[in-house]
């Protein structure tokens, strides 16, 4: 047993989520979780750092230690069994969507996303010189996400421009949307009748929990999984959600075709992001290997935090509607009501006042894209005590 109760003070490692705010705020923002590290991490690293051998290794391929620990996890996790030469190590979650945008589009074209959605979709797309095209999903009485085929088609005929790239989240970020098998099938049949690629971040996979918020059975697909697709999906996904690996950036690719693997690999090798780092390789073989125990009891933990969290916003907090996700460790809720009931223009402003007139921090909705005005993130990754503290201080300011 492991005690995810425990509270630690992070102010003073370096932490983005605790170092950028003002002492006394409750931070349940950005996606970290607050609990120490899988111990058998700790002790891995620190054993490995004991050893004066910094310098170059020899090149790994996929029979080496961190290559097999990724396909055993998918295998024994996810029951998917990868060939051997699928995976890839990349440099990070967001270089690695860089990189794709790069080599499947080109400047001026379009890249097709489904908003509201993780910011850095937006920036690598605008910062390479391609134009957004956006989807606005659409939530239904459950607060989940509703996928629409035709709406796509129709941003597509709309943008003018050549749309030769889509990138999907799954599950998505920010309100917890696990796409079913029929989903991401329609979306990759919608990629071969348009000659687009797709890339999904799938960064969040672990988090996926028993029954959705209809309360139906529910599991993890990976696009990876559909092999009748190969030709049109890329996978980047990693550890980083699952250990707290964020500061290391590594993650994996998954590309089951030939042509796809190749291309990526010239990149990795052009922007010499090819070769991983020694302590980053090490945890992720580690966390995988070891940690499955530890993520179990981490899981059911934070999902105990997202039911308690989300029953206590819509009975004590006027003017908010929270939904429970089918995935990740984040809760979307819906804050109208509150902005009006209290004045603020737009979520941004709701935020700022919740973080200097009540002393917590969450995230604001518009963040991820115009579609997420209205709304909020609160990261449940956290001491039950320290979560339910910081929705405490929301209510007494909402009341």
Same mark, same amino acid.
């Given at each position: 047993?492991?005690?995810?109760?425990?509270?630690?003070?992070?102010?003073?490692?370096?932490?983005? *989520?605790?170092?950028?705010?003002?002492?006394?705020?409750?931070?349940?923002?950005?996606?970290?979780?607050?609990?120490?590290?899988?111990?058998?991490?700790?002790?891995?690293?620190?054993?490995?750092? #004991?050893?004066? !051998?910094?310098?170059?290794?020899?090149?790994?391929?996929?029979? #080496? &230690?961190?290559?097999?620990?990724?396909?055993?996890?998918? *295998?024994? +996790?996810?029951?998917?069994? =990868?060939?051997? +030469?699928? %995976?890839?190590? $990349?440099?990070?979650?967001?270089?690695?969507? $860089?990189? %794709?945008?790069?080599?499947?589009?080109?400047?001026?074209?379009?890249?097709?996303? @489904?908003?509201?959605?993780?910011?850095?979709?937006?920036?690598?797309?605008?910062?390479?010189?391609? *134009?957004?095209?956006?989807? !606005? =999903?659409?939530?239904?009485?459950?607060?989940?996400?509703? @996928?629409?085929?035709?709406?796509?088609?129709?941003?597509?005929? +709309?943008?003018?421009?050549?749309?030769?790239?889509?990138?999907?989240? #799954?599950?998505?970020?920010?309100? $917890?949307?696990?796409?079913?098998?029929?989903?991401l099938a329609s979306l990759l049949e919608l990629a071969r009748r348009r000659n687009m690629i797709t890339a999904f971040d799938e960064l969040h996979y672990d988090f996926v929990y028993q029954k959705n918020s209809e309360g139906k059975e529910q599991r993890f697909v990976s696009a990876a999984?559909?092999?009748?697709?190969?030709?049109?999906?890329?996978?980047?996904?990693?550890?980083?959600?699952?250990?707290?690996?964020?500061?290391?950036?590594?993650?994996?690719?998954?590309?089951?075709?030939? &042509? =796809?693997?190749?291309? %990526?690999?010239?990149?990795?090798?052009?922007?010499?992001?090819?070769?991983?780092?020694?302590?980053?390789?090490?945890?992720?073989?580690?966390?995988?290997?070891?940690?499955?125990?530890?993520?179990?009891?981490? *899981?059911?933990?934070?999902?105990?935090?997202?039911?308690?969290?989300?029953?206590? @916003? /819509?009975?004590?907090?006027? $003017?908010?509607?929270?939904?429970?996700?089918?995935?990740?460790? =984040?809760?979307?809720?819906?804050?109208?009501?509150?902005?009006?009931?209290?004045?603020?223009?737009?979520?941004?402003?709701?935020?700022?006042?919740?973080? /200097?007139?009540?002393?917590?921090? %969450?995230?604001?909705?518009?963040?991820?894209?115009? &579609?997420?005005e209205g709304y909020v993130r609160i990261n449940a990754a956290c001491p039950r005590s320290q979560l339910m503290e910081g929705l405490l201080r929301i209510k007494g300011w909402a009341n």
């Open positions: 047993m492991y005690n995810f109760d425990e509270k630690v003070d992070w102010r003073g490692v370096d932490s983005v *989520k605790w170092d950028t705010v003002r002492e006394g705020v409750i931070p349940l923002w950005i996606a970290d979780m607050d609990f120490p590290v899988f111990p058998g991490l700790k002790e891995a690293l620190v054993k490995r750092a #004991s050893e004066p !051998f910094y310098g170059y290794r020899p090149r790994r391929n996929e029979k #080496s &230690a961190y290559y097999q620990a990724v396909h055993s996890w998918y *295998k024994t +996790r996810h029951d998917l069994e =990868l060939p051997p +030469r699928s %995976i890839l190590y $990349g440099p990070g979650t967001v270089l690695s969507l $860089g990189m %794709i945008v790069r080599e499947f589009s080109a400047k001026e074209q379009g890249v097709l996303i @489904l908003t509201p959605v993780y910011t850095p979709f937006f920036e690598v797309i605008k910062e390479n010189n391609r *134009k957004v095209v956006e989807v !606005f =999903l659409e939530l239904d009485q459950n607060g989940r996400f509703i @996928l629409d085929i035709s709406k796509i088609e129709e941003a597509i005929d +709309r943008a003018g421009i050549p749309v030769t790239l889509g990138i999907f989240c #799954s599950p998505h970020n920010p309100a $917890g949307r696990v796409w079913t098998k029929e989903e999984s559909f092999r009748e697709y190969a030709d049109r999906v890329i996978v980047v996904s990693g550890a980083n959600k699952s250990f707290s690996l964020g500061g290391l950036h590594v993650s994996h690719f998954v590309i089951n075709d030939e &042509a =796809l693997r190749q291309t %990526i690999t010239t990149a990795l090798h052009r922007e010499t992001h090819h070769e991983g780092d020694v302590f980053a390789e090490l945890a992720v073989e580690t966390v995988y290997r070891q940690g499955a125990a530890w993520f179990d009891e981490c *899981k059911n933990y934070i999902y105990e935090n997202i039911r308690a969290a989300v029953q206590f @916003l /819509n009975a004590e907090v006027p $003017g908010i509607k929270a939904f429970v996700p089918d995935g990740t460790y =984040l809760i979307w809720a819906d804050v109208r009501g509150l902005m009006e009931k209290s004045g603020c223009k737009d979520c941004a402003e709701l935020v700022v006042r919740l973080e /200097n007139e009540a002393n917590v921090k %969450i995230t604001a909705g518009g963040m991820y894209g115009r &579609a997420g």
